[in-house]
């Protein structure tokens, strides 16, 4: 069994900058695609980023596209969510999860979830 554990959430100002952060605990971390999800009051959850178990391959969501950056590092069990330029629209309890390919994960199908830390972004 995998246990996920998010930190690095907090309030910022737009055009600021979070790193969020996401520890794993288990034996097989390193066979799991990772993402980072998040889901704002009445919208759906949605997949951000992904990368592949390996590290070799990353994923975004459009709207992220060339501010948010996924890399993990399999020796410390972590994968992290690099946040630039924050927008008020990045508002959302943001979720850490491991599956099994980079393909189910942007279909937000995982095999475990973290709690979650909130971002709060304001204008």
């Known amino acids: 069994q995998v246990q996920l554990v998010e930190s690095g959430g907090g309030l910022v100002q737009a055009g600021g900058s979070l790193r969020l952060s996401c520890v794993a605990s288990?034996?097989?971390?390193?066979?799991?695609?990772m993402g980072w999800f998040r889901q704002a009051p009445g919208k759906d959850r949605e997949c951000v980023a992904a990368i592949t178990s390996s590290g070799g391959s990353a994923y975004y969501r459009d709207s992220v596209k060339g501010r948010f950056t996924i890399s993990r590092d399999n020796a410390k069990n972590t994968v992290y969510l690099q946040m630039n330029s924050l927008k008020p629209e990045d508002t959302a309890v943001y979720v850490c999860?491991?599956?099994?390919?980079?393909?189910?994960?942007?279909?937000?199908?995982?095999?475990?979830w973290g709690q979650g830390t909130q971002v709060t972004v304001s204008s």
């Open positions: 999860g491991a599956g099994g390919s980079t393909t189910v994960l942007k279909l937000n199908r995982t095999d475990y």
């Open positions: 288990g034996r097989t971390f390193s066979s799991y695609a």
